[in-house]
């Protein structure tokens, strides 16, 4: 049971836009604790795709985007490509269990 | 260039220990924690706590204390995750990440570390 909660998969055609979503409470990311997002591959590590709620590493297409409000965040990928194959998990940090923790990761078909 | 690279794959049998280790390169080693995340075939990412390589300080995550031990070796600029008391749910692949700026952002991770507990 994960502490912050995404749907387990989501699928979209190319180009079109998809949503996942992240829901915590009041001791993460209702907290004011920032959401960050990982992109995992078939086979491979994470690879860190959002940051502090909103913000793009280097190199990360601008396709991709974060928000939060409240207890919950959101990411969006428009324009969807069949490279984004791939699952999607949600970190952030939780004051009451003095831990990082993360969704149970959402995983992206493309029609 | 920033770079993490673990330690390869291990077999174990149940009751024995194993320690992951992490070398960083491309930035000031002691500057930043290091933390551990596993992943079990199949599931999602669980925390295991971090260790600040500056003043060896660790947080291990509740679930896991008692078992797992973090330590670093600024020398060689590494650092190694230890599990005791292997049990065949320890079965997972072990990753090392940086966390930037005691913020959360974790940035880049290790390539991974598949441990295999098995009789």
């Known amino acids: 049971q994960s502490v912050l909660t995404q749907p387990p998969s989501v699928s979209g055609a190319p180009g079109q836009r998809v949503t996942i979503s992240c829901t915590g409470n009041?001791?993460?990311?209702?907290?004011?604790?920032?959401v960050h997002w990982h992109q995992q591959l078939p086979g491979t590590a994470p690879k860190p795709l959002i940051y502090?709620?909103?913000n793009r590493p280097s190199g990360v297409p601008d396709r991709f985007s974060g928000s939060k409000s409240g207890t919950s965040a959101s990411l969006a990928i428009t324009g969807l490509q069949a490279e984004d194959e791939a699952d999607y998990y949600c970190?952030?940090?939780?004051?009451?269990?003095?831990?990082?923790?993360f969704g149970g990761g959402t995983k992206v078909t493309v029609l | 260039q920033v770079h993490l690279v673990q330690s390869g794959a291990e077999v174990k049998k149940p009751g024995a220990s194993v320690r992951v280790s992490c070398k960083a390169s491309g930035y000031t080693f002691t500057a930043y924690f290091i933390h551990w995340v596993r992943q079990a075939p199949g599931q999602g990412l669980s925390w295991l706590g971090w260790?600040?390589?500056?003043?060896?300080?660790?947080n291990v995550a509740r679930h896991f204390q008692g078992r797992v031990t973090m330590t670093r070796d600024t020398s060689i600029t590494t650092a190694y995750m230890e599990v005791s008391s292997l049990r065949s749910d320890d079965t997972a692949t072990y990753y090392c990440?940086?966390?930037?700026?005691?913020?959360?952002?974790?940035?880049?991770w290790g390539q991974g570390t598949l441990v295999t507990v098995s009789s």
């Open positions: 970190q952030s940090y939780d004051y009451s269990l003095d831990a990082h923790v």
């Open positions: 990440v940086r966390e930037i700026e005691h913020s959360g952002r974790f940035d880049p």
């Open positions: 502090g709620n909103d």
């Open positions: 260790i600040d390589p500056k003043s060896g300080a660790t």
């Open positions: 009041s001791s993460n990311i209702g907290a004011g604790h920032h």
